[in-house]
């Protein structure tokens, strides 16, 4: 009766479930991508462009699956309302509380490039 359990049709769609999620959790944004982001980022804020713009022309140019796909949930947060800081905040493993707190201070002095730049420093 074990056996039929483990291979009955709804076992088998869970376990279809489970594995796009497990898959995501693999894929992590590397460091070098990060870097290249924040350094795009810095330069497109520094030239004028609008936050949301910005996110939205580095998200589509992103050569990483997992940073693209973190990209898309804070550009659609920065869309609805929530303040950068916050975007990020949402995304413990790609962006440590340092990171965020830093962006807040940026973000609420109207600094934003220069704590960018300080970021790149880290």
Known sequence: MAIETLHSPSTAAAGAAAQPRALFRRRAVRPKDLMFFLEQLTLLLETG????????????????????????????????GRSFSAALGRHPAVFSGTYVNLVAAGENGGFMPEVLKQLLQL
Do not use: K
Request: aromatic share 0%.
């Open 49 to 80: 462009v609008t936050l949301h713009t910005a996110l939205t022309s580095l998200r589509e140019g992103c050569g990483s699956p997992a940073l693209a796909a973190v990209l898309d949930v804070i550009t659609d947060d920065i869309a609805a």
